[in-house]
């Protein structure tokens, strides 16, 4: 893969985070229980925070979840946690941080919606009343514009200038373009109210993938603030993950994008840490960032009868997943490594010697013998019953003499 050239932007800081130009991609997510029930917010927030959240989102659309949410982060920041904290705002943000002074200063960064702030005359005085306190206050905004709902008097304007064309574009066309209008308009207006280039995030979220990558790509195009990627109301399951992997994957790739969310529908029994999962497995296997040592393992065909590779995968992916908290903080770097469990001869050996440490277990009619390789080189031949056992002792011993400095 050819390095990554990422788009160029001003350094934007939200709390303890630095975001764009050359910083790390940023995960962020957001809670969603209500803000005004502390203890759930705080048990979520806490949640994805463990899971990788750099940035943490509230919603806070009244008097009731305002006080919440000042109650939750003093909490927050009473236990040592310093996480950035953004207050999502809709329609009546301006009222809600007027009156709520400590609020808007305990904020990290507020988000608003050009497209739902207000109608008219009310919408310019309601976006310059958030905007100042933002410059009062030295928070980061995000921009953020969603094409279900949309600025209503400029998508008007712009059917209006199409009807009268001689040419006219589809309606899908004019919201794409009063998508990116709304976006570089509305940060324009930011700035000229005095927001500083270094607090200012944008993003345009669509939920129709092809949607989504045009109208970014015309905005990164079209200016270089720092911008917040995701695909909005992408569903949930499969379709989820896959329809936000793959938007994010093309416009990243383009070096567009400083911070990312995956957006999936609540499901019953799932956390909502699997959101936070998503975006760091995009980023991952990407290679832009790593969390946890990636496991190559195949995908088993007619040679691979036996399920044991598939148990072992498994057991694999689950010590390493119960194991590093406590690598992280005893072996720096050990998100850096690459294990493979493989299933028979045909990639098995290849596949492990690529690995940094893998297992070729045999597959159907080969001898009941699992080569381990470590560093390229093969080096234990496992047998019997205990094949299981012995490899992850193996597994944690390269770990502790390659990640403590003694195997350097």
């Known amino acids: ?48 925070i463990e899971a990788g959240s750099e940035l943490v989102r509230w919603t806070i659309n009244d008097d009731v979840a305002a006080v919440g949410a000042l109650e939750a982060l003093k909490s927050l920041r009473a236990s040592g946690v310093s996480t950035p904290i953004v207050g999502d705002f809709h329609f009546n943000g301006h009222e809600i941080l007027g009156r709520h002074e400590a609020l808007a200063k305990a904020l990290d960064k507020y988000r608003i919606n050009p497209g739902n702030v207000g109608q008219g005359s009310r919408k310019d005085s309601n976006f310059s009343s958030i905007i100042g306190l933002a410059v009062r206050y030295d928070k980061a905004v995000r921009i953020g514009v969603n094409w279900g709902s949309l600025d209503k008097d400029l998508l008007a304007s712009l059917m209006d200038q199409n009807a009268r064309s001689a040419t006219p574009r589809t309606v899908k066309q004019i919201m794409a373009d ?19 280039r270094e607090k200012l995030v944008v993003s345009a979220k669509l939920s129709v993938l092809q949607d989504t990558i045009d109208v970014n790509e015309r905005i990164a195009s079209a200016c270089d603030h720092v911008m917040h990627l995701g ?49 760091q497995d995009i980023l991952q296997s990407m290679g832009f960032r790593y969390f946890y040592p990636g496991i190559t393992s195949c995908p088993g065909c007619g040679r691979t009868r036996s399920v044991y590779f598939q148990e072992l995968a498994r057991d694999v992916r689950e010590h390493v997943a119960a194991k590093m908290t406590e690598w ?29 440490i893998g297992i070729s277990l045999p597959g159907s009619m080969e001898d009941p013998a699992a080569p381990v390789y470590m560093d390229g080189k093969k080096t234990i031949l496992l047998k019997g019953i205990r094949i299981r056992e012995e490899f992850i002792d193996i597994l944690d011993g390269y770990i502790a003499r390659r990640f403590s400095g003694s195997g350097q």
């Open 328 to 356: 992280k903080k005893q072996y720096p770097g050990v998100e850096t490594l690459k294990i493979a469990v493989m299933g028979c001869v045909v990639n098995g050996p290849g596949e492990s010697a690529h690995a940094d």
């Open 1 to 48: 893969m050819s390095k990554l050239v990422r788009r160029r932007t001003p350094v934007v800081s939200v709390g303890n985070v630095r975001m764009g130009s050359d910083n790390p991609i940023v995960v962020q997510s957001m809670t969603d229980t209500p803000t005004a029930d502390v203890a759930a917010t705080l048990r979520q927030t806490i949640d994805l």
């Open 178 to 196: 009063a998508m990116v209008e709304s976006a570089l308009v509305n940060c324009q207006t930011a700035l000229a109210l005095g927001l500083p």
């Open 231 to 279: 695909l909005t109301e992408a569903g949930g399951g499969v379709k989820g993950i896959s329809a936000s992997a793959a938007a994010l994957a093309v416009l990243l790739q383009q070096g567009i994008g400083d911070t990312i969310r995956v957006s999936l529908t609540p499901e019953p029994g799932i956390p909502r840490t699997r959101e936070v999962e998503v975006c």
